[in-house]
């Protein structure tokens, strides 16, 4: 009884579900029937409209209009970088393939009877376009020339002239070029496949040139008809630079002469280890020349065939024990390269082996012969011993990059690895991203310090033994026998180490410590170029700093500066004491070649007195002279300037750099230049001379083209050199005898040469003049001198009366006293 009620309970189950089944199934049929009847009365009241906006989206949507980058120019308008209007050749194989192809051969002809280069042969073009014809877009030829495409342009535009071409158009892309290849491409930078800069101008600047690209799309108007239109691009912004194309090229051609010079003189390689030169104007902190060496080409900046990309490996590692790798190949006098090489094709030949064996196994079967054949092969594919995998190879480390490779593939990885590294150090700017110890280049600033404070009179003389104790520490002159004795200006002439330690001491670190400050030592100095080295934590703590720390400091030893907080900083020293933010870029012009902004110099402090920066610059001048810096002198000029040595760390490996900073003329600063030189290829690296003739090699050219003339009396010997040298000079005039036009604020010499507002009197001094040709005074031609809060030594924004910021020149707290 109890098994019949379960099974009636059960029957009444099962009828229970198939009425709720057949009830879902029920609603489900009327769902879709009822959606069936929406869908069919949209279709019929609205489909076109809705049919016409999906085409607008699928035609339009997706076009987009590149914007051309700006153009990077220089302060007379010479194009540095600019981007040419290239055509991408694109095919829509679902064109192609409509009415059975009946248009794809004679498309395909016409297209390879152009000089394009495309990226599919023919035959493989064709296999695309019938494998894909659904496909709407597809790049076919990369960045063409006009002329290259201007056949193919001629029957897209002219459709009714070539009914049987059909399925292609062009997209305009750009290309950007860099008209003098190498020169200045650490200031400029390069461009990355993605339009975007990578280091120098390009990067730094890149939202103002990169521009806003333009769209193409549908919509429908209010006749509910599809139109198109057009979002044009903006085009990027242009820049114009401090940068003389012309000084720029004469700083080049030196450095590339020096390192020429003493190739392979001393060891292996090029004239320095780096070299580099900054031109500015001390008098509104623009940069003129920004070079070093070695250079690369910006139009192709990844080539590697000048560098020397050096791969070290141990092939014994790699199973090549003994230098020897099949018995019969020696190793022992190849280089990594070499090996690799070798490696390579013996492992062919024992594919190669490999293969035939296989072949006769499968023809003959496993004969004697064959297996002494795969014995053969066996030894000879030691060759590629897997480290990983092989207990002989010394145990290899998994956490080792190269386990489990062969030396082959090792080599390669090594080499990959090793060539972006030297291209990253290839790319780096020298002048701001690499660091060093300035050397005696720093004296000056001793002691102007010292001077400012009214510490010292300047009237002092010095007694130099060849070395002084300080801090249980013994420290040698340069010139190990001793000076003798030395007025205040013989320190500096003579580069007495002994003297600056005194003078180091007797100011104290609290004072050294400031004007290290002052003069941004330690501090960015802001200029507009990406990647400068941040030094704060290369230079001395005030509150550990040690009386040894302070003597070394005191002559140029034991902390790291940048060149171009050298160069800003001496610019400040001897221009009237007024630290201008070093800068590059001076205008920013639309695409229209309208300014948008006027980038002004800008004063960010006082860093001395004028009266103290005069002193300066008379010691300067006597150690050209009569001092460490008679070599740099060129011919017909008088110029301040001063020698630097800096022993490099590890001490005692006899590398150093050498440098020379310097100005002219000597009674009105217009130019500051900076010459420093890592590790010269010499006998004896010590030697500052060579940086010192750099110098005057380039100041020889770059004075006369500036329009600065000769004030001094030639020697026979000197215009024997000078006319010989005038020769190989690269623009301009000799300076000595051009007869002048004045022309708004440009002054052009009769032999082509310009400078900026200057010219030569009949006695040799610097005029400068207005637009009319009016003679300046100095407060006419600066504008008037900045006024500096006695306090903060802040410079004073002479609209407000506030105080700016010493690093970034924006309105700051005036309570705000501490140097950041």
């Known amino acids: 009884m109890a098994k019949r009620n379960q099974q009636n309970g059960s029957n009444r189950f099962t009828q229970k579900m198939s009425i709720k089944l057949a009830v879902l199934f029920v609603m489900i049929l009327v769902a879709f029937a009822f959606l069936g009847i929406r869908l069919f009365i949209i279709n019929r009241d609205n489909g076109d409209k809705y049919k016409k906006r999906v085409l607008s989206q699928q035609a339009y949507d997706s076009v987009t209009i590149p914007a051309k980058r700006g153009d990077i120019v220089d302060r007379n308008n010479t194009k540095l970088a600019v981007s040419q209007k290239v055509y991408n050749v694109c095919i829509d194989p679902k064109t192609l393939n409509k009415d059975d192809g009946a248009y794809l051969e004679s498309t395909i002809t016409a297209l390879y009877s152009s000089p394009i280069e495309f990226t599919y042969t023919k035959d493989e073009l064709r296999s695309y376009i019938l494998a894909n014809p659904d496909s709407q877009y597809r790049v076919i030829a990369k960045k063409q020339g006009y002329e290259t495409v201007s056949d193919i342009m001629n029957m897209v535009n002219n459709p009714s002239m070539y009914p049987d071409f059909k399925g292609v158009w062009l997209e305009d892309t750009y290309v950007r070029q860099y008209p003098y290849n190498s020169l200045a491409c650490d200031v400029i930078g390069f461009v990355q496949g993605d339009n975007e800069g990578a280091y120098g ?12 690209n333009g769209r193409e799309f549908g919509y429908l108007n209010d006749d509910e008809n599809l139109e198109r239109t057009l979002k044009p691009a903006q085009d990027g912004k242009t820049l114009v630079t401090s940068i003389d194309v012309n000084i720029q090229s004469i700083v ?27 031109i500015m104007d001390p008098n509104n902190g623009e940069v003129l020349a920004m070079a070093s060496y070695p250079t690369f080409n910006l139009n192709d900046p990844r080539n590697t065939d000048n560098l020397d990309v050096k791969v070290e490996l141990d092939p014994e590692k790699f199973g090549l024990m003994n230098g020897i790798l099949d018995g019969n190949t020696d190793i022992s006098e190849m280089d990594d390269s070499e090996i690799a090489e070798t490696v390579r094709k013996l492992a062919e030949e024992s594919r190669g082996t490999e293969e035939a064996s296989d072949t006769t196994d499968a023809q003959q079967g496993n004969t004697s012969e064959s297996i002494e054949n795969q014995g053969a092969e066996d030894d000879s594919s030691d060759i590629e011993i897997n480290v990983g995998n092989n207990e002989e190879n010394n145990g290899a480390d998994p956490a080792d990059p190269y386990a489990g490779l062969t030396y082959a593939e090792a080599y390669d990885k090594a080499y990959e690895e090793a060539k972006m590294e030297a291209l990253n150090s290839l790319w780096k700017n020298f002048c701001i991203n690499s660091t060093y110890e300035p050397g005696s280049t720093m004296k000056p600033f001793t002691m102007a310090a010292g001077l400012e404070e009214g510490i010292l009179k300047g009237d002092e003389s010095y007694v ?43 100011i104290g670190k609290t004072i050294f410590m400031k004007y290290n400050q002052l003069f941004n030592f330690g501090l960015k100095t802001n200029i507009d170029l990406t990647g400068e080295a941040l030094t704060n934590s290369l230079v001395f703590d005030i509150n550990t700093m040690t009386p040894t720390d302070l003597a070394i400091s005191s002559f140029g030893q034991g ?15 001897i221009n009237g004491g007024y630290y201008y933010k070093p800068h590059i870029v001076t205008k920013v012009l639309d695409s229209a070649g309208t300014t948008v902004e006027t980038v002004e110099p800008r004063v960010l402090k006082q860093t001395v007195s004028e009266e103290t920066s005069e002193k300066i610059r008379e010691l300067c001048v006597a150690v050209v002279d009569n001092g460490t810096g008679k070599s740099a002198r060129p011919a017909g000029y008088r110029i301040g300037g001063k020698t630097g040595t800096a022993e490099k760390y590890p001490r005692g490996t006899e590398n150093y750099v050498i440098s020379f900073m310097s100005f002219a003329p000597a009674e009105n600063p217009q130019i500051v230049c900076y010459v420093v030189i890592d590790e010269p290829n010499v006998g004896y690296q010590a030697q500052s001379k060579y940086a010192a003739v750099l110098c005057k090699d380039i100041l020889t050219e770059v004075l006369p083209y500036m329009g600065i003339f000769q004030t001094e009396e030639l020697t026979e010997k000197e215009a024997e050199e000078l006319a010989e040298k005038q020769q190989e000079f690269s623009t301009g005039s000799s300076g000595t005898e051009a007869e002048e036009e004045v022309t708004g604020e440009i002054i052009v010499d009769a032999e082509g040469g310009n400078s900026n507002s200057e010219t030569g009197s009949s006695n040799g001094a610097i005029t400068f003049v207005d637009e009319n040709g009016n003679e300046l005074d100095e407060e006419d031609r600066t504008g008037g001198k900045v006024e500096i809060d006695p306090e903060t030594g802040y410079a004073i924004d002479p609209t407000t009366g506030i105080l700016l910021d010493p690093q970034t020149g924006e309105p700051i707290d005036p309570t705000v006293t501490d140097l950041q």
């Open 464 to 506: 130099c033994n060849g070395v002084t104790e300080v801090g249980g520490h013994e420290i040698h002159c340069s010139n190990r026998l001793g000076h003798g004795t030395l007025t205040f200006s013989g320190a500096l002439e003579q580069s007495c180490n002994v003297a600056f330690m005194k003078i180091g001491t007797t």
């Open 201 to 212: 101008l390009e990067e730094f600047y890149n939202s103002t040139l990169v521009g806003t």
């Open 252 to 278: 080049e051609k030196n450095i590339l002469a020096f390192n020429e010079e003493h190739r392979n003189e001393a060891r292996e390689g090029a004239g320095s280890s780096n070299t580099g030169v900054i």
């Open 559 to 573: 902390f790291n500066v940048t060149m171009i907080q050298m160069a800003t900083g001496f610019c400040s020293l």
